[in-house]
């Protein structure tokens, strides 16, 4: 009986060197379903387990397709520092791979994008493959943090990106954009996105497509109408994650005038920061920590934002400071008594 798996030897583009990767063959692939966000469930061997190729050298991961593109000088310089400081210890990613070594190679390639400074649109769908992956390992929270990450670099993907060969059609976007709306909640978006979708003139150059997007926005009505008929403590049962509707609020534990309510759904804006080395090291060695401890990759980004908040959460009182060095001075005396 032939194997579903082979090899191939291939060169890695950052540090050249050699390495094995195991590919599946496309006749052991069988597809037993297709979900709404364009997720395949196959009977036996996910292909798209493999789909991310890992360098064991210098820890470069790519998707097969873009593996061995030609990187320019600057991503090259950017790839080969920023490798050599992130690098983990890591599984063996040859061989058959199991739905949480799949799932770490793409949080390898997310790794790798963000470093390279990939386009939204290339970062988005690292993303949504990771999702899928965490929904077949049944991690509901971080299949939700993927699906808003996917959802976010979709939507800038959308109003940034002009080169159609390094993103999808327009009409597959704004579809997407308007699923995983839906999926995680924002119910309002995501009728507005399919709205959009139905109107596109391109539809109608993709039948099934629009087949899907019509299933999907009647589906976004009818929760939304559900929504709005369940009384309001029992509406935080209905959404897949259960964060898209008004939930009453708990007593707070001190004054209404202290307290500072979080958002619900926050958007992410980018901010070009200088910060100091040592600071990058803490980062890297807290969000290694944190992944040493759950074996979920949580970013220097994702560290620096939760640091940020427990400040603003812990409602801190200063005078104020013309210096840097005194303004943390002052954030530090408060935090120790």
């Not at 990771?130 to 699906?147: D, P, S, T, V």
């Not at 704004?174 to 391109?202: C, H, P, T």
């Not at 997007?213 to 259960?242: H, I």
Request: a neutral charge; proline letters at 4%; aromatic letters at 8%.
């Amino acid at each position: 009986m032939v194997s579903a798996f082979f090899e191939q030897v291939k060169t890695c583009p950052v540090c050249e060197k050699k390495f094995t990767v195991t590919r599946v063959r496309s006749s052991a692939c069988y597809v037993m379903k297709r979900e709404s966000d364009f997720n395949t469930i196959y009977r036996d061997v996910n292909p798209v387990h493999y789909t991310v190729w890992v360098c064991p050298h210098c820890q470069y991961a790519a998707p097969d397709k873009n593996f061995s593109d030609e990187l320019r000088p600057a991503e090259l310089e950017r790839l080969k520092k920023g490798l050599a400081l992130l690098r983990t210890n890591e599984p063996d990613f040859s061989g058959e791979r199991t739905p949480a070594v799949a799932l770490r190679s793409f949080e390898l390639a997310i790794r790798t994008a963000q470093i390279r400074q990939a386009g939204p649109g290339f970062k988005a769908s690292l993303y949504l493959r990771a999702a899928w992956i965490c929904r077949e390992l049944g991690k509901e929270e971080q299949e939700k943090e993927m699906l808003k990450e996917a959802l976010n670099h979709y939507k800038e993907s959308f109003e940034k990106e002009v080169n159609l060969a390094s993103r999808l059609s327009d009409v597959r976007l704004m579809y997407i954009i308007g699923e995983l709306n839906r999926r995680l909640g924002y119910l309002d978006e995501a009728i507005q996105w399919f709205s959009r979708a139905v109107m596109n003139k391109d539809i109608k150059h993709e039948p099934e497509l629009e087949r899907m997007l019509r299933d999907q926005w009647d589906l976004a009505r009818e929760e939304r109408k559900k929504a709005d008929s369940v009384p309001l403590k029992e509406q935080s049962k209905d959404s897949q994650f259960g964060d898209n509707l008004a939930e009453k609020p708990e007593e707070p534990s001190q004054p209404l005038a202290s307290a500072t309510p979080k958002p619900r759904h926050r958007n992410k804006v980018k901010m070009f920061a200088s910060i100091y080395t040592d600071q990058v090291e803490w980062l890297k060695e807290m969000s290694n920590f944190c992944y040493n401890k759950t074996q979920v990759l949580l970013g220097k980004e994702a560290v620096l934002r939760a640091v940020l908040d427990a400040i603003i959460e812990a409602n801190i009182q200063i005078e104020g400071s013309d210096t840097e060095e005194g303004l943390k001075e002052q954030i530090l005396s408060v935090i120790k008594k």
